[in-house]
Each structure stands twice: as structure tokens, then as C-alpha cells.
């Protein structure tokens, strides 16, 4: 039995594809599913623990595209280390760069998690934000559902480069 799952395991392994590449503070992460015709990229970045000489993103804020044929899905992503609502929750991502006024966008904990989830890139609110992010230094993010919130920093040192090949990935 155990070996079955170990060829499983390196069979889904190979199925996926994948490149990973820093900018500054960002990590941008690029797979491909030969088997379901997905390629994704993502970046991210934010506060980093360290354990055991192992040095950890504990909470994060970035972006991610995922292309299958001619549908292109933009989303903002976000992760936290302890449950901030239900698997399939409405949550709300408020982010504040720099000075720049806090901009609030509403999303939802990805259906399998209580850690992480996402916010679709729909309007021009969403633009104004991306064009905050790339020129400045530091973001504040809070992540808030009615049972808790988290706040935490994100450096803006390589959002930029980190994430334009995902912007013009995605660009419909």
C-alpha cells in the first residue's frame, strides 16, 4: 500500500510543473497541470517567522493568475497562520499603502482552507490598488471576518518586477 502511494505521490508530482523565482521581498511561483490544462502564477509576500533554522512566510498578501484555455482569472490572495473563518467564508482584505487611504476589498476563504483565500481583481478600485502597490514601499494588511481580524505588514521591494509577467498573463 505504501508504495502505491508513493508512486501517487510523484506521479501528481510530475504532473505539475513548476518554476520559482524572488524579486526583493517577492516570491513568484509558476505551475503548470498537464493534466487539467492550468497554468497558474503567483507572487506574494509579507512576514517571515523563523524555526529551526527554516525561515518560514507565516502571513502573506499577493497576486495570482490562473489561465485554462481562454478563461484568465485575476485574484488577490492572502494567507494568515492561525483561522480567520470558515472554509468558503466572506471576509474582507483591507489594504493601506504608504499613506495612501485604506482600500477595502471583499472576498472569500478558499472552500478547502480557514487560512487563506482570495479576492477577485474586478473593478477600478482594484486597478487604483495595484497602481498603489507598485509605487510604493510598505503595506499594511487586515484581514477581517466577523469571528476575527489580522493585521500584518507587507514590503513593497520587489512588487513590480515580482508581478509583471502575472499582470500581462492575465491581461484579457
Known sequence: ????????????????????????DWVVDERSNEATGTRTMSSKAGEYVESEGF?????????????KGDSKNLIFIFGVDEPVAEPGSDITIVVKVDGDPPINITGKTFSGSDTTGYARYLSLMHRDLLDQLKAGNRATVQVRSPLSRFNYAVSLVGFTAANERILEMCRK
Open 1 to 24: 500500500m505504501m508504495k502505491y502511494k508513493l508512486s501517487l505521490a510523484v506521479f501528481s508530482w510530475l504532473l505539475m510543473a513548476a518554476q520559482v523565482a524572488t524579486y526583493g
Open 55 to 67: 525561515r518560514t512566510l507565516q502571513s502573506y498578501f499577493g497576486l495570482r493568475c490562473d489561465v
